[in-house]
């Protein structure tokens, strides 16, 4: 069906405009953005190298050379060796994602810009603008065989990437978890036990139940509900806030007034002075209340919650029992073969990622909330649905325009001049910008909910939000915003030649890529503020300047790094390789595109993890498998939307084709999943792992520290199921990356009694923490200590403008509760065990002789 001229010239200038102002816009601001990035980074340490300073030296990062763009090439020739031993598992994987689909999508371009896009516009229909190069531009039903071929080769290639990956990941993890740093971690030797019986509920009982595993039980910790002490503790952290900003306050004030002619003069008795006012605040109602002293009101209350804790920390056993136990093995081969079996157990798990209230819950009140927040994600579903289909009617007003009631529209279409380039905008830029802010919305509910269902550990939240998240990407951005833009672009036909419905879905569904073409050039941009850090730098800048003032607030804000948010960070990349597979042979254009995607997100983001962000809520790279099967949604998408096209264009044979592929794809998802159902590889360790064979020494682990040789390197060892011209062992080939050490190095192996107990049971007195200016401060450090409450001055100061700086070296150790302090407790911990070690050795020599 052809276009009378002017429809085509309207079709031509709505489609180059909208991608011309979304692509001129997203490239102007993305180099803008990263120009901008490279004058800053070595301007502040603390939002663009952290890495560099506030982790362990074995997991630092050297400085980046300054200069315009200086910063690739170092980031790039760190090997993946170094790269996987400073970030852990998890975003080593999540690299190897962005890797892998740049690879995959270049490899597409080639054969998409080279064969496909002549295809598509050469001597074919009367489509303009980018439509002229998409399937809706075929006439010739025999060029659809092109089509499929190549929807048979990317789905093939796609497929046996990723089981290729898959396999990778596994090994990678293998390796992980038979590292020494690993096997003796607290990490590896402890389970969670959930759901536990009343009668069970006890040490004794537990440790009868669990001590048939390997090894026996090492410790037990019943969890309890010290909600009344945790709230104690939370309003000690407030009062000793305000008394360190009071006495702060105090000491900035005498510091600058004792450099006042009259203060020198006055006669100084014990640091104090007349024309020094105290702090003040009011008792009960702000600014209408009573004046108090704030230093001697802030100790009073310090001292009396103090009593109140310790009293209530007498007794943990008076706090409600709660039905979930964490059992330390003494051998990591009882734990995982504890947390194997059929009652809920969870492994893998760190103290600092517990959601400790959500230890109660019941497995029926688990499924219950499930089911609940299952049931709330299908209406929000249902509810954005309509949302995005209004978003994506922005970006096809040029064709609502042609109907009658949205007459008033028409301007548009005749627009000329700068009013042209703003309807281009609005086109090519706003939709997908709007788009971005009801995902951004979007996740502040999934989140909730994730929380909600009762996961115990945060990375349980992060791994239950990607599944969310990516299930609404799929079908609000790709499904919904496909249909959306195709009929909505078709309407007009469809109304004037409703018997002619076939054709025009045929040809104006293939419209919609134009949307996600400009979708993409929108994420490229998010990638260049994703490593300017605009938040944090902008934040960091306020609260120096503003709101922290006292040494723990500066310390706290220094110490603080970024993280990635592992829910949300994945699905948005599964969704950019879905939309390109689903995309590639409908609009060819779009493949490069999505090359440049993720190019400059693997470039970024290898940056921010070897720069800038913290290792947190590690789940040993779990992420990773969930990723490559949500893929596989796309895929089926890919071939779905393909058989589709083809009956639409009358392609019977080509259609049927493309259902076989179909089918085969879903039996080789089946087949991943049943493989490793059957031998799980993927969560836990097979048997052969525990503990019982060292993948790389090849050794018989008889007990934790006994080795048995079973195997010479020249006959590594096979699984039965190995089939007998394998020769692509990646277990034994020296070419293949390789995990040599673990990354909990800077971990003790051994916490101590209270590692996974409560952290209101066990919590200490915190020092009041002020800085020295070598006068007053220490008077206020012995009055708070005759009082009984805890301080110290130390590690902090005024500079010569009265302002506190902090001394990265001398901090207390109390306060480094990050990383360097661990490594360093566990660095003396790991010396002492060497010395030991070498003396053993030398004893056992002297005996032989």
């Not at 640091?271 to 105290?278: E, L, T």
């Not at 990773?624 to 796309?634: E, R, W």
Request: charged residues 20%; contains cysteine.
């Amino acid at each position: 069906m052809s276009q009378d001229p002017a429809s085509q010239q309207q079709s031509t200038d709505s489609s180059i405009a909208t991608f011309t102002s979304s692509l001129v816009f997203n490239v102007a601001v993305t180099i803008g953005i990263f120009v901008a990035f490279d004058i800053l980074r070595k301007r502040n340490k603390k939002v663009y190298e952290p890495r560099t300073y506030l982790v362990p030296e074995s997991n630092r990062s050297e400085p980046l050379p300054p200069g315009l763009f200086a910063w690739i090439l170092p980031v790039l020739k760190i090997s993946d060796e170094e790269v996987i031993k400073r970030i852990g598992l998890d975003s080593y994987m999540f690299l190897r994602f962005m890797k892998l689909f740049m690879i995959l999508f270049a490899i597409f371009s080639i054969f998409g810009l080279a064969v496909l896009l002549p295809i598509n516009s050469v001597n074919q229909g009367d489509n303009q603008g980018l439509e002229k190069f998409t399937i809706g531009n075929i006439r010739d039903n025999k060029r659809l065989w092109s089509h499929v071929i190549f929807t048979w080769l990317f789905s093939g290639i796609t497929m046996y990437a990723l089981y290729r990956e898959f396999n990778t990941f596994i090994r990678l993890r293998h390796e992980y978890h038979t590292t020494d740093e690993y096997r003796n971690s607290p990490r590896a030797t402890t389970i969670l036990v959930t759901g536990i019986p009343k009668e069970l509920n006890n040490s004794e009982s537990l440790k009868a139940l669990f001590d048939i595993f390997p090894g026996g039980v090492k410790r037990i910790w019943l969890n309890r509900d010290p909600s009344k002490l945790a709230k104690a503790t939370a309003k000690r952290e407030a009062v000793v806030n305000n008394l360190e900003g009071a006495a702060t306050n105090y000491i900035i004030q005498y510091a600058k007034d004792s450099t006042k002619p009259e203060f020198r003069e006055s006669n100084v008795e014990n640091g104090n002075s007349p024309n020094i006012k105290r702090p003040q605040h009011s008792s009960k109602l702000p600014i209408i209340g009573k004046k108090v002293d704030s230093l001697e009101t802030y100790s009073n209350d310090l001292n009396d919650i103090n009593h109140q804790i310790s009293e209530l920390q007498k007794n943990p056993n008076n706090f409600k029992r709660l039905n979930s136990a964490f059992i330390q093995f003494n051998d990591y081969v009882g734990a995982q073969l504890a947390a194997t079996s059929t009652v809920p157990k969870l492994i893998n798990i760190s103290p600092d990622d517990i959601i400790w209230e959500n230890l109660n819950l019941t497995s029926k009140q688990r499924m219950i909330r499930r089911v609940i927040s299952l049931s709330v994600v299908i209406g929000i579903v249902i509810i954005w649905m309509s949302a995005v289909t209004f978003v994506a009617g922005i970006s096809t007003l040029s064709e609502l325009a042609k109907l009658k009631p949205l007459n008033f529209l028409e301007g548009l279409n005749n627009a000329g001049g700068n009013l042209k380039v703003l309807v281009g905008i609005i086109q090519g830029i706003l939709p997908a910008v709007a788009l971005n802010i009801l995902m951004m919305i979007l996740v502040i509910v999934l989140r909730f909910l994730s929380r909600f269902e009762g996961n115990v550990t945060n990375s349980g939240v992060d791994l239950s939000l990607q599944s969310k998240y990516y299930f609404h990407l799929v079908m609000n951005v790709l499904l919904v915003t496909t249909f959306a833009n195709g009929i909505l672009q078709s309407l007009p036909k469809l109304v004037n030649n409703p018997t002619q419905s076939i054709e025009i879905l045929a040809n104006n569904l293939p419209r919609a890529s134009t949307f996600f073409l400009t979708y993409i050039l929108l994420t490229i941009t998010a990638c260049a503020l994703e490593i300017f850090q605009i938040g944090p730098l902008i934040m960091n800048f306020f609260f120096k300047k503003f709101l922290v003032k006292t040494p723990r607030k500066i310390w706290e804000l220094e110490k603080t790094m970024p993280f990635q948010d592992w829910g949300t960070g994945f699905p948005p990349h599964i969704m950019i390789a879905s939309i390109g597979i689903v995309y590639s042979t409908i609009q060819p254009i779009i493949l490069p595109i999505v090359t440049l995607h993720f190019a400059l997100y693997y470039l970024v983001y290898r940056h921010q993890f070897l720069y800038v962000y913290d290792k947190l809520n590690q789940t040993g790279g779990l992420l990773f498998p969930k990723a490559i099967y949500q893929v596989f949604t796309g895929i089926y998408i890919f071939q779905l939307t393909l058989t589709g096209l083809m009956f639409l264009n009358g392609g019977f044979v080509q259609g049927v084709l493309c259902i076989i592929l179909l089918v085969l794809s879903v039996g080789v998802l089946l087949a991943m999943k049943l493989i490793f159902k059957h031998n799980p590889r993927a969560e836990f360790l097979p048997v052969d792992l525990m503990g019982v064979i060292d993948m790389k020494t090849r050794n018989l682990l008889v007990g934790k520290n006994q080795d048995k040789q079973i195997s010479s390197e020249k006959e590594p060892i096979r699984n039965d199921d190995d089939d007998d011209d394998d020769d692509d062992d990646d277990y034994t080939r020296a070419d293949v990356l390789h995990i040599n050490e673990g990354d909990e190095k800077d971990l003790d192996d051994d916490y101590g009694a209270s590692t996974f107990t409560h952290p209101a049971l066990v919590a200490i007195q915190p020092s009041v923490w002020i800085p020295n200016d070598q006068n007053v401060s220490n008077d206020m450090v012995n009055e708070f200590r005759k009082d009984g409450i805890k301080s110290t001055n130390q590690g902090a100061s005024l500079d010569k403008n009265h302002k506190v700086i902090i001394d990265l070296g001398k901090i207390p150790l109390e306060f480094r509760d990050d990383q360097y302090a661990k490594s360093k407790k566990a660095n003396k911990k790991r010396e002492v065990k060497q010395l030991k070690k070498q003396i053993d050795e030398i004893e056992e020599e002297i005996g032989e002789r």
